[in-house]
């Protein structure tokens, strides 16, 4: 029977792409997928559970799905993804409304649960997170132009404050041949911005023979027919000199690394079960500024971590201000159970969060001298179409990731599709973002 199923994806990247590969699998079963819920046979929420407020996120949309149930105007809802991986008995306990629940090893099961649970059965499927990765196909819902490409799946860094490995498994690289050829599929299917992901995409290959291999396939991405490569996340540790050469070289890889460093301070550094100290990471970042000319950095802070009291708040700060770091995702330390870092001593969660305002502002400052940096200069911009709130047309450079960053907004006498590149003259800031005006459509 065909069913019509619509689909919810929160979180990640990752997340994004699991739901996709769902989606393929209920399309390829000769179900309808339908963009909004009302009156769908099934709803399926992806969920992530990587921090408390991620949980509750999920729960609110699952509630409001259950709402929806209620007044008839919806069938069955399941529940995947880290969430229910993370909290499997309390899913079912406390959340009777949903119908069944897959973890983060049971995607590929998505269509047997639509059946199941159409039938009127409760489901509940964990398959083993440390199985090797499942190839599948996917169905793109992002923008025609820009697609994610996982290489693998899990983690193995183990920090002391994050749920991730739990809820994931084991690192596990999907076989080269098989990454080439999705990517391949991508690039012929018109993708111009290849954004390559994994929790760490820095340990590529290490789970086959202890060597690093993210060089070797970012040397072969290359040889396909995309106009920009993407790379989310490089662990600092594991950025070898092969690695930074690869990308320096390279003019489709993209001159933006994103490198979650989470803090400077030694001390906090060992207790979070992080590799490498202050200096090592002074070093790296002095050693990719070098090799790679106008690069933009990115990273993640956590303020709050255990052990950081005022003194290593305030070298967080200065370390901040030194490396002038024009993006970063901060955040107040979150005590996840589960974690060894949650039994650990530490500020409470209001002054956490008050470090966290403060580097914020620190952030704003730094981004906006280098938006003033960036004032007169020309910058390659993928159109991302006109946007009638700011009568303007809107698009990203190589230092815009998206969803994450900004945009960039220009003035057009031209009608610019999306997905076309253009050439755009940098004369302001509005709001942290970017400025400016056109100057050429690329061919």
């Not at 019509?4 to 699991?18: P, Q, T």
């Not at 993370?86 to 959340?95: I, K, N, S």
């Not at 994994?198 to 106009?227: M, N, P």
Request: one cysteine or more.
């Amino acid at each position: 029977m065909a069913f019509a199923i619509h689909f919810i994806s929160l979180g990640c990247a990752k997340n994004v792409v699991n739901c996709e590969q769902m989606m393929s699998l209920c399309r390829d079963a000769g179900y309808t997928l339908q963009d909004v819920p009302e009156g769908a046979d099934v709803v399926v929420v992806n969920t992530c559970g990587f921090l408390t407020s991620a949980n509750e996120e999920a729960i609110e949309n699952i509630l409001k799905m259950a709402a929806l149930k209620k007044s008839g105007g919806i069938k069955k809802i399941l529940v995947t993804g880290c969430m229910t991986q993370r909290y499997q008995g309390e899913v079912r306990d406390e959340l009777p409304e949903v119908d069944g629940i897959l973890g983060t090893g049971s995607y590929k099961d998505i269509v047997g649960a639509v059946e199941a649970v159409m039938r009127g059965e409760t489901v509940a499927d964990f398959a083993d997170i440390n199985a090797p990765v499942d190839e599948l196909d996917r169905v793109l819902t992002t923008p025609a132009y820009y697609a994610y490409l996982r290489i693998a799946e899990g983690c193995d860094n183990w920090c002391a404050f994050c749920i991730i490995p739990k809820l994931r498994g084991r690192y596990r690289s999907r076989p080269m041949a098989k990454v080439l050829a999705e990517a391949k599929k991508l690039a012929e299917c018109g993708v111009q911005e290849l954004i390559v992901v994994a929790q760490d995409i820095t340990r590529y290959g290490t789970d086959w023979d202890g060597q690093h291999h993210l060089a070797d396939l970012l040397e072969e991405l290359c040889r396909l027919d995309f106009h920009w490569i993407r790379l989310h996340y490089l662990y600092p540790d594991q950025m070898d000199g092969h690695l930074i050469d690869v990308i320096a070289r390279e003019p489709k890889i993209l001159k933006y690394l994103d490198i979650p460093l989470q803090h400077c301070n030694d001390a906090i550094l060992r207790r979070m079960n992080r590799r490498g100290d202050k200096a090592y990471i002074e070093s790296l970042l002095d050693k990719l500024r070098e090799r790679i000319p106008g690069l933009v950095l990115r990273t993640s802070i956590i303020t709050g971590l255990p052990g950081e009291d005022e003194e290593a708040f305030e070298e967080l700060c200065q370390f901040l201000w030194d490396q002038r770091m024009p993006r970063a995702g901060v955040f107040p330390f979150s005590p996840e159970d589960g974690t060894p870092a949650a039994a650990m001593e530490r500020v409470d969660t209001e002054e956490a969060v008050r470090r966290a305002e403060l580097v914020v502002d620190i952030q704003s400052r730094i981004m906006d001298e280098w938006n003033g940096e960036m004032q007169g200069e020309t910058l390659e911009v993928l159109c991302e179409g006109f946007d009638g709130q700011s009568m303007c047309y809107v698009g990203r450079s190589y230092a815009e990731s998206p969803d994450i960053d900004g945009k960039i907004y220009f003035s057009s006498e031209t009608d610019i599709p999306a997905g076309r590149f253009v050439t755009v003259r940098i004369t302001g800031a509005m709001d942290g973002e970017l400025t400016g005006e056109l100057e050429e459509v690329q061919a």
